[in-house]
């Protein structure tokens, strides 16, 4: 679609798409391998993370950004072109986020993808197996984001819907599980349950696999590798679905 039109019936298009793009803009603010046994994640100890973040504990882009980096070097190699780039935000309730430069979708330039973190992450002392783990689901989302054109994006105005939004960020689970990440995944959900507003927690267990339903799902892809194929169009919804499925 061109966005630069002279005439009136181009202009009407170009306001279609502005506002297509702001509905997308706000549904993403209001969110956030071949085998899971043949694939191990490639997570930090405590003490390398220590060494690593060293004096920069009090900057969460500094001592974030090598670890997406490697994250991404690592799990996610689809990415090695991609424009990523690492800011802070802030929340009561949640600690990373994925966007995209809505004015660069709308100019029709090169996408440019942000992973935003939540200083508290450090502050509050996240596991770091868990944050690992928290970051390929970021991750996930931008490899999610960055494939095909951008008349696919326009599909996000679906999360402006909860049962889209629940796929969406389950859909991020699936994938950071199948490349390895589940236990750091169940270390972060523990976590994040803990430090979190007690209210928000029932939306969180809605939106995004539990604990007991990511070993449950790690114990299907085990015996059942193929499910991932099935499970990443039919992303499952509750514990139920999961032990079902065949």
Not at 30 to 45: E, F, K, L, N
Not at 65 to 77: A, K, L, N, T
Not at 93 to 103: A, L, V
């Amino acid at each position: 679609m061109t966005l630069w039109c002279g005439s009136q019936r181009g202009l009407a298009s170009s306001q279609v798409l502005i506002a297509v793009a702001w509905f997308i803009f706000a549904a993403l603010s209001a969110q956030g391998q071949s085998s899971p046994a043949a694939q191990v994640a490639d997570c930090p100890t405590a003490d390398h993370q220590a060494a690593a973040t060293g004096g920069e504990a009090n900057d969460p882009i500094a001592a974030a950004r090598p670890e997406i980096q490697r994250i991404g070097r690592s799990s996610f190699p689809e990415l090695v072109h991609i424009d990523l780039r690492v800011r802070a935000f802030r929340s009561q309730s949640d600690y990373f986020r994925t966007r995209f430069s809505w004015s660069r979708f709308l100019l029709l330039m090169r996408m440019r993808y942000f992973v935003d973190v939540n200083p508290a992450l450090f502050q509050r002392q996240a596991p770091s197996d868990g944050t690992c783990a928290i970051v390929a689901h970021e991750l996930a989302h931008v490899a999610s984001l960055s494939r095909g054109n951008r008349i696919r994006r326009l599909g996000l105005i679906r999360l402006i819907f909860r049962r889209y939004t629940v796929k969406f960020e389950r859909g991020a689970d699936l994938e950071a599980i199948h490349r390895g990440y589940g236990v750091g995944l169940k270390a972060y959900r523990n976590w994040v349950y803990s430090h979190i507003p007690p209210d928000k927690v029932q939306p969180k267990l809605r939106t995004y696999f539990s604990p007991e339903e990511i070993t449950a799902i790690q114990m299907k892809l085990q015996e059942q590798p193929d499910l991932f194929e099935y499970w990443k169009r039919h992303v499952p919804t509750n514990l139920q679905e999961i032990q079902l499925a065949r």
